[in-house]
């Protein structure tokens, strides 16, 4: 089955250092969702792209916050710089356009800021 | 901004029991979503719902999309140890938008 890919899986650094966290949707797909989970706020999105152009990223924090999509084949979410607040469970979606789309999700990126 | 309340928020039954949760809003939706998430993986589709009073079956899982569109529900049949996780309804379409929002889950225990 097609799947959604993320790297790296688990991700440990000092606040302070840039983190960026990679995304391969799966082929065909044209709609890539951010989403944030953590134990207090559970799942939020953060910014979603269709054709690779970004749609809403009104839930990213914007000063330290950073998504794109450089092809087809690949998206990424960039935190500069790190915050331990910032430790969270990052998951990429991707699904084809429409609001009757299902999305399918990558199994994460664990991040943790010390 | 918008919210799903989805209940119970945990649930320990014994092996070969039936499981219920519940999603509701105060807003309405075009799609209704239930997802299930293993630890360390992300969220599985299980079940989409696609129109107001929808009734869908998975295997021994089974979810409605409520008349009001406001509401839904996921009911489990003959749980088995391999149901353990953490089930998630999500709501989508407000006004057309792709955007998911998710309920805060419900996390299901099986005893054998």
């Known amino acids: 089955d097609a799947r959604v890919t993320q790297t790296p899986r688990h991700k440990v650094t000092e606040m302070g250092q840039e983190v960026t966290m990679r995304c391969q949707p799966i082929?065909?797909?044209?709609?890539v969702f951010w989403y944030r989970q953590t134990m207090m706020q559970g799942l939020e999105l953060l910014a979603y792209?269709?054709?690779?152009?970004?749609?809403?990223d009104s839930g990213m924090p914007k000063d330290r916050f950073s998504a794109e999509m450089p092809d087809a084949t690949l998206a990424t979410l960039k935190i500069q710089p790190s915050e331990p607040r910032d430790s969270a469970v990052y998951f990429c979606?991707?699904?084809?356009?429409?609001?009757?789309?299902?999305?399918?999700f990558g199994d994460g990126t664990r991040l943790s800021i010390l | 901004g918008q919210q799903l309340n989805q209940s119970p928020q945990s649930m320990f039954i014994q092996e070969g029991e039936d499981v219920s949760m519940n999603c509701t809003s105060s807003?309405?939706?075009?799609?209704w979503l239930w997802y299930k998430q293993d630890p360390g993986e992300g969220p599985v589709l299980l079940i989409a719902?696609?129109?107001?009073?929808e009734l869908t079956s998975n295997g021994r899982l089974t979810a409605q999309f409520g008349i009001t569109r406001k509401d839904s529900f996921l009911n489990i049949s003959a749980s088995i140890p391999s149901d353990v996780g953490i089930y998630f309804c999500?709501?989508?379409?407000?006004?057309?938008?792709?955007?998911?929002?998710f309920g805060k889950g419900t996390k299901l225990t099986v005893n054998p």
């Open positions: 979606a991707s699904g084809h356009q429409g609001y009757n789309q299902p999305q399918h």
């Open positions: 082929l065909g797909h044209n709609t």
């Open positions: 792209f269709r054709n690779r152009a970004p749609l809403d």
């Open positions: 807003s309405i939706f075009n799609t």
């Open positions: 719902l696609y129109k107001a009073g």
């Open positions: 999500a709501g989508q379409g407000i006004f057309g938008s792709e955007k998911l929002v």
